[in-house]
């Protein structure tokens, strides 16, 4: 995960040893309904954030890895929530709306800027895979995109917060396109890129 030196491999190797035993410490007998890419997806965000609840928080639903991992193979968009997201995705075709000047304009309407965001990204949400770590709105609107005909590939829908972020990642849930969501409040940027890091990993077979 970006270590070169041998003490950074060592480093590396032994908090990825941790990581692996304290999933199992969290998941016991459940670790058998995961299956290895998905184990792979949830050792990243636990390794991220040191919070081996994250075992238990992952929902993947419609088989998203593969799906995720067809759309960077096929060369498909990234578009997100926050500009943080945005930085931390190792991937040239990702984007960010919320500081267009037409997102800023829109909000003068009375929306926040992510829904503003997600309206304007609307052409390449679809088909594209969206990455949604902060902001509950952006993930309401884009469920409203999604069941006007919108369709994204797969949403990685993480938003953290105590308002709206819990009950808009359960609606994703509710809908036919592929997620991977937490349960509850829990998420957040870190989230949001460990899981999209590990899609484009897959996608090329590396390391994830």
Do not use: W
């Not at 041998?6 to 040893?17: H, M, S, V």
């Amino acid at each position: 995960m970006g270590a070169i030196s041998k003490d950074g491999l060592e480093i590396a190797k032994r908090a990825r040893e941790i990581v692996r035993e304290k999933i199992k410490d969290v998941l016991g007998e459940k670790i058998k309904n995961f299956s290895k890419e998905e184990l792979l997806i949830i050792e990243r965000v636990v390794h991220a954030t040191a919070d081996p609840e994250y075992a238990k928080l992952l929902v993947f639903k419609n088989n998203p890895i593969y799906h995720g991992v067809k759309a960077i193979k096929e060369g498909k968009p990234i578009i997100t929530d926050v500009n943080m997201v945005k930085a931390g995705i190792r991937y040239d075709k990702t984007y960010c709306f919320i500081d267009d000047e037409r997102a800023y304009e829109l909000a003068k309407q009375g929306i926040t800027r992510a829904v503003a965001s997600m309206r304007l990204a609307k052409e390449v949400i679809d088909g594209g895979i969206v990455v949604i770590g902060n902001a509950p709105t952006a993930l309401l609107e884009l469920i409203n995109l999604i069941n006007s005909g919108i369709k994204p590939k797969l949403v990685i829908a993480v938003p953290v917060g105590f308002v709206k972020a819990s009950e808009a990642k359960e609606m994703i849930r509710n809908t036919d396109v592929p997620s991977i969501s937490t349960i509850g409040p829990k998420g957040g940027s870190s989230v949001a890129v460990a899981i999209a890091n590990g899609i484009i990993a897959l996608s090329k077979n590396e390391r994830v």
